[in-house]
């Protein structure tokens, strides 16, 4: 479905104050979820990948045990399926209790602004989650009912799982090249050269999907820029400015990387490169902490995972989870909700091979499971972990995943990529 069709339909359901959708007060909450009756859940998801799959079973499978009064209709496609679905979906007379929503101005910006999403405030006081979620992660699914600030607001879900995009490498074949994991930007440029120089795929990605490339650009911004240089960027703030010299040096950076990519990376499917890179094919590999069962399960102990030189990383969380406006069981959504992200379900999420949002410093694990958690633990308590870039503005998402296209593909020089960014994040402006 084009967007246009998409944005024209939001649109249409958002001519004002009268489509949001009242929120309870802490005292309208029912938690006592056997005396709801026979409730069916309709919960759409993207947790496909086998360990995300393993994690969503075993807790659905939990949650129908204490409560055998609710029936839960699960609806799972993978992350592009669900975001081209949901906004439809959410419009629809037959739309999910639950769905998972990408936390974007472009996605749930567009759904509170529309009034298809419920504020969960009150529930977040009555099940104690702004105990047990920290305002950073809260954050990351709060907006205003314009929808245009994230960060700021009401509450409209919140998540299991936390992410990092950062480094996994293949410690045989570092050691196979005389190296070691490189703590400095001058070691990752010495190691990509002896990789590529000895033969290897020196950094393994796919960008058929138009997701890796935009991780492989803010890697490079990692590196020339700053953590709250680029926050504002992806968060679209009124200072925000892709001009800048920093920004130059990080697209130059990426159109240097392609020499170092995995032939065919254009073609190549994100998973499909992550089980090429499991298989042996690269020394690097660029993703997300979500690949850590896929790798640990074909490479075991031989798959490392690092932070970029100095230490910024994108990260942030997995989707939030929300109730649709249109719920006749928003008690019965807010209670599954709640359900999955206690911190039973986070040994759930752990012992599965994902990242648990909270506690992870508390999960058990040795080896690369290890790494990830402290990772995590590392980066969410620090002041270097930004967001994604394609935060900032209704259409960062295709933006920049076609702009980092283009520019890979050398169908762009720097200025002119640039100005595509910059032209987007003007535009959501009002064209200042």
Known sequence: MAFVAVAAVLAACAPGSDNKPAQPSAGEVRTDVAALGDVTLTIWDQETRPAQEAQITELNKQFQAKYPNIKINRVARSFDDLRST???????????????????????????????????????????????????????????????????????????????????YNRAKLT???????????????????????????LQIGNLEKSSGPYLFALAMHRFSTPAAESKLATGTADANWLTEPNRQAARQVSSWVDYLTTGFAGLKGDDATAKFASGEGVFHVNGTWSLATLKDAMKDNVGFMLPPGGTVTGGTGLPWAIS??????????????????????????TSGNLPVIDAAQQPGSGP???????????????KMVPYLDYATPNAYEVVGGAVEQLMAKQLDVEAFLGKLQADLESSRGGR
């Open 176 to 202: 196979e090249l005389g190296l070691t994991p490189p703590k400095t930007w001058q070691e990752f440029d010495a190691a990509l050269a002896k990789a590529k120089s000895a033969g290897q795929v020196a």
């Open 325 to 350: 406006s249109k719920s006749r069981n928003p008690d019965a959504a807010a209670a599954y909700i709640d359900f999955i992200t206690t911190q039973s379900a986070m040994k759930v999420v752990a």
């Open 86 to 168: 949901i906004k439809l979906g959410l419009t629809a007379n037959d739309a999910p209790d639950i769905a998972q929503v990408n936390n974007g101005k472009q996605d749930l910006g567009a759904f509170v602004k529309a009034g298809l999403v419920r504020p969960v405030d009150a529930y977040a006081t009555a099940y104690k989650w702004t105990e047990r979620f920290p305002e950073s992660v809260r954050k990351l699914a709060s907006y205003p009912d314009s929808g245009d600030v994230l960060g700021e607001g009401k509450l409209y879900g919140v998540p299991q799982t936390g992410e990092l995009v950062g480094i996994w």
């Open 369 to 383: 499971e290890r790494e990830v958690l402290d990772k995590w633990q590392e980066a969410s308590t620090s002041q």
